[in-house]
């Protein structure tokens, strides 16, 4: 196996020592920085994506991995001008009003930023005002709502009218998750689309950032 396979096998073993080191081993090498990070870091994350939405790996391994990715990640950046890093598009997302619960999204944001998005993480209890005004600071291809309860799932309805009140609505795609939401709840409010796992969240960001 070349070394960029090797790097990604770490990164899917969560080994963030040995990719620390072969990241350094490659810089030192001269290797082209976005060659590591596509070939090796990202390569080995896209399995991790693969394998979680199988549920052959489970949270706490997929939080080690997306932790020894952004560990090379960490060292490459400085390589790179900011405008040559790979950007597969910026999402802003944010847990709604009234809700604590960020296990979920805090994976979501991780796999996210594994697949080379710029992502605005909001935090938790977040206002519909709250979304739209970080909507027109950073003007991202997509917004994402988590909500882990039956009454601030609720809210999500509120964030999508907020942003068509505030004339944000056309400008940027709009999708939902956590436990209690699923497909036709995010049609009934007006989002374009839903999301049952962080997998599955990010193909559909690839998919609306396009
Ligand atoms: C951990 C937890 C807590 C922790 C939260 C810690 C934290 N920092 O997040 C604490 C202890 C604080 C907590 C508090 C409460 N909780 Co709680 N909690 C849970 C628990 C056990 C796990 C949630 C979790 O992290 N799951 C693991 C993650 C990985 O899964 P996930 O969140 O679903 O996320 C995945 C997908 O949904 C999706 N996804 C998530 N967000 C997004 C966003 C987008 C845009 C997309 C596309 C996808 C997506 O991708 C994620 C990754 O694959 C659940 C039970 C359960 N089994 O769900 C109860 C649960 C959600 N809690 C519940 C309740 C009632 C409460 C409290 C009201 C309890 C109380 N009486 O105080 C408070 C409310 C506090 C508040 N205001 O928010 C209920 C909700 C019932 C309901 N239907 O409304 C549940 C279901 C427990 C139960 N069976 O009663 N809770």
């Known amino acids: 196996m070349n070394s960029f396979g090797n790097m990604a096998e770490a990164v899917i073993a969560g080994d963030f020592e040995t ?122 291809h997509v917004v994402g709502m988590s909500a882990l309860l039956t009454t601030t799932m609720l809210k999500m309805k509120d964030t999508v009218d907020a942003l068509k009140e505030a004339g944000l609505r056309d400008k940027v795609k709009v999708i939902v998750g956590g436990a209690p939401v699923n497909r036709s709840f995010a049609e009934q409010i007006g989002a374009d689309g839903f999301a049952s796992d962080a997998a599955t969240a990010t193909d559909l960001c690839k998919t609306l950032a396009q």
């Open 19 to 140: 990719v620390k080191k072969m990241t350094q081993t490659m810089i030192d090498e001269q290797v082209d920085p976005i060659a590591i990070i596509n070939q090796g870091l990202m390569a080995g994350m896209n399995v991790v994506g693969v394998r979680f939405k199988a549920g052959d790996m489970f949270v706490p391994e997929v939080m080690m991995s997306a932790r020894a990715m952004s560990t090379g990640i960490e060292l490459v950046k400085p390589l790179i001008a900011d405008t040559n890093m790979p950007s597969a598009g910026k999402v802003v997302i944010g847990t709604v009003k009234g809700d604590l619960h960020d296990i979920g999204k805090k994976l979501v944001v991780m796999m996210l930023e594994s697949a080379g998005f710029q992502v605005v993480d909001l935090g938790v209890d977040q206002a519909p005002a709250d979304f739209v005004k970080a909507v027109q600071e950073h003007n991202p």
